[in-house]
């Protein structure tokens, strides 16, 4: 191989591994609304189910070039409470979805120290869905890598009002005093009581809008909207997101 190939080969492998982001300033946790597989396979006339399956094959490139960049936790919105919605066969194969890729991807993911989890409203989920991803979770529980969050039939409001309505019962039962809700005790009846805020949630497919995900958590986060289809968002496009992320001045509120 020529030198400059060799050089330019280097570079390109440290520009997909973010090594040249400011790694003090690497958000700790990425949100992704991954966006457009419809609009993809439509373009290419094929079915839409062939641009999730296209989606859920950039699921394990996106989330291994995040666990190379050094984020911590990467949280996808993998199907809403409102994505019922779709026809039969579309929800029915999207619902298969979290099977396949960890019977294709889990190794791989595990001994890339990666640890998988999901939220979601478990009441509503196929056993086999529910049964494939608390598998893979028990599997990965103790990997110390990236957190590959899946968002599985996850809706913010819902995730809000099973909040408020376990905060009730609790206040009902004489074991919490309401005067003691603040929003730290609040956002511990959250699925991400564990979990930082995401400091950066990104959209793909040039949709301007939050369906839904997160409305607590994304109080303070930083939004960027990429026009790109979710199949086509490559390790490049996150590493250009964390670079325009850095370039951002994060206030919370303040001066
Ligand atoms: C939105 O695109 C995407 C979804 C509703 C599903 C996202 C799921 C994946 C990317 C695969 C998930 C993978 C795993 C491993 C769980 P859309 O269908 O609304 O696209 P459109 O707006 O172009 O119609």
Do not use: C
């Amino acid at each position: 191989m020529m030198r400059w190939m060799r050089w330019a080969s280097r570079l390109k492998r440290r520009w997909i591994k973010g090594e040249d982001t400011k790694p003090h300033t690497i958000p700790q946790h990425v949100a992704i609304i991954m966006d457009g597989n419809g609009r993809w396979a439509t373009l290419r006339g094929m079915p839409r189910i062939a641009g999730h399956h296209a989606g859920m094959k950039n699921v394990r490139d996106i989330a291994l070039a995040a666990n190379d960049m050094g984020i911590h936790i990467l949280t996808l919105y993998a199907f809403s409470t409102e994505n019922w919605r779709r026809p039969k066969d579309e929800v029915e194969f999207l619902m298969g979805l979290p099977e396949e890729f960890l019977h294709i991807y889990l190794d791989e993911l595990a001994e890339k120290n990666v640890q998988v989890r999901w939220m979601g409203k478990s009441n509503g989920l196929p056993p086999h869905t529910r049964r494939a991803v608390d598998e893979a979770a028990e599997k990965t529980a103790q990997n110390t890598g990236l957190i590959l969050n899946f968002a599985l039939n996850y809706g913010g409001r819902h995730e809000l009002v099973q909040a408020a309505r376990k905060l009730a019962e609790k206040v009902a039962r004489g074991t919490l005093k309401s005067e003691d809700i603040d929003e730290a005790r609040f956002s511990e009846e959250l699925y991400t009581a564990d979990l930082p805020d995401p400091d950066l949630l990104i959209r793909t497919s040039g949709e301007m809008r939050l369906s839904n995900f997160l409305l607590w958590q994304l109080a303070y986060t930083e939004l960027i909207f990429v026009e790109r289809y979710w199949p086509d968002f490559t390790p490049e496009d996150l590493k250009q997101a964390i670079l325009t992320y850095q370039t951002r001045k994060r206030r919370f509120g303040a001066l």
